[in-house]
T-cell receptor, first 115, second 116 residues
């Protein structure tokens, strides 16, 4: 499978714990995106990388959230001191560079439940 | 800021019939891209069709076509000959054409049910 891969697919954690999600983009894609989707809503943009550089962060990305893409390949999204409001699906996506019309390919998402 | 509105939370259609999903958007930009994405249950979101705002011709992809009305800021999706596999959440999305403005802005989605 050469699509966008996310791990873990499901995570249940207690409030206050830290969680980390990993995303492996399509191999030739240098742009990588994180979105958050809650039930009944469309995905909301969190942040994106071009290679290893984090170029934009949404106001939704509070200080408890940090994303990295250390070698311009896979990315991690860490949530510290989780809160119940963090329960959502975290979507990773990737695309090639070359214009805003390029197709963005999504992974299957990582479901987070904070209890 | 751009906004995308999908006013139909749920739609249903008989198999083999045609259905149209509505989407409106608000923007002050003149150049942008519009997309319809499909999200089947527990499956990844996939691109159905896209439209460049500078193109007057409506995009088509097999059984999927759009009605793009730039002045009205409307972007509806028509699915012809509906199939059981079309059942999914459908999201309309907007993306600026400005280089470096990479984010997609999504609507709240329309859940499409196909009736056998």
């Amino acid at each position: 499978d050469t699509g966008v891969s996310q791990d873990p697919r499901h995570k249940i954690t207690k409030r206050g714990q830290n969680v980390t999600f990993r995303c492996d983009p399509i191999s030739e894609h240098n742009r990588l995106y994180w979105y958050r989707q809650t039930l009944g809503q469309g995905p909301e943009f969190l942040t994106y990388f071009q290679n290893e550089a984090q170029l934009e962060k949404s106001r939704l990305l509070s200080d408890r959230f940090s994303a990295e893409r250390p070698k311009g390949s896979f990315s991690t999204l860490e949530i510290q001191r989780t809160e119940q409001g963090d329960s959502a699906m975290y979507l990773c996506a990737s695309s090639t560079q070359g214009g805003s019309g390029n197709t963005i390919y999504f992974g299957e998402g990582s479901w987070l439940t904070v209890v | 800021a751009q906004t995308v509105t999908q006013s139909q939370p749920e739609m249903s259609v008989q198999e083999a019939e045609t259905v149209t999903l509505s989407c409106t958007y608000d923007t002050s930009e003149s150049d942008y891209y519009l997309f319809w994405y499909k999200q089947p249950p527990s499956r990844q979101m996939i691109l159905v069709i896209r439209q460049e705002a500078y193109k007057q011709q409506n995009a088509t992809e097999n059984r999927f076509s759009v009605n793009f009305q730039k002045a009205a800021k409307s972007f509806s999706l028509k699915i012809s000959d509906s199939q059981l596999g079309d059942a999914a959440m459908y999201f309309c999305a907007y993306r600026s054409a400005d280089f470096g403005n990479e984010k997609l802005t999504f609507g709240t989605g329309t859940r499409l049910t196909i009736i056998p």
